[in-house]
């Protein structure tokens, strides 16, 4: 949805042969507070912003080191809020009630299960 993706591909809504759509996804997605997307199909770490419409992507990244890899973790694009590559990982969640509704903490990890990067309280855009 957010990506970005590299040059080479064209796969996705983060890729120039699926910008008219991916514009309008995005459109449509910022209509819904507290929205967060969760990507499971790529082999790298990230969480990136659209710089338009504020939607935020987790991708969880690639299980195992074996299968990491895609990008080069040296050339972070300015929606990158963080950047893990050449390593697997995976993502874990909580929801928890909260005085003003419910929280939402989400948690990037390595393969051994340390925390690389958190969100806690992941607010409206």
Same mark, same amino acid.
């Given at each position: 949805m957010v990506g970005p993706d590299r040059a080479s591909k064209d796969d996705n809504y983060s890729n120039t042969g699926y910008a008219v759509e991916g514009s309008k996804i995005r #459109? !449509?997605? @910022? $209509? =819904?507070?507290?929205?967060?997307v969760i990507t499971g199909d790529r082999h790298w770490q990230y969480v990136s912003r659209d710089a338009v419409t504020?939607? #935020?992507e987790w991708s969880v990244g690639a299980a195992t080191n074996a299968h990491a890899g895609g990008w080069d973790e040296k050339t972070p694009r300015p929606a990158h809020r963080f950047l893990r590559t050449g390593f697997g990982g995976f993502l874990s969640g909580e929801v928890r009630?909260?005085?003003?509704?419910? $929280?939402?903490? !989400? $948690?990037? =990890?390595?393969? @051994?299960?340390?925390? !690389?990067?958190s969100a806690d309280n992941l607010s409206p855009r």
């Open positions: #459109e !449509l997605l @910022a $209509r =819904h507070k507290n929205l967060t504020g939607i #935020e009630p909260s005085g003003k509704g419910v $929280r939402l903490s !989400l $948690r990037l =990890h390595d393969t @051994a299960g340390t925390i !690389l990067f």
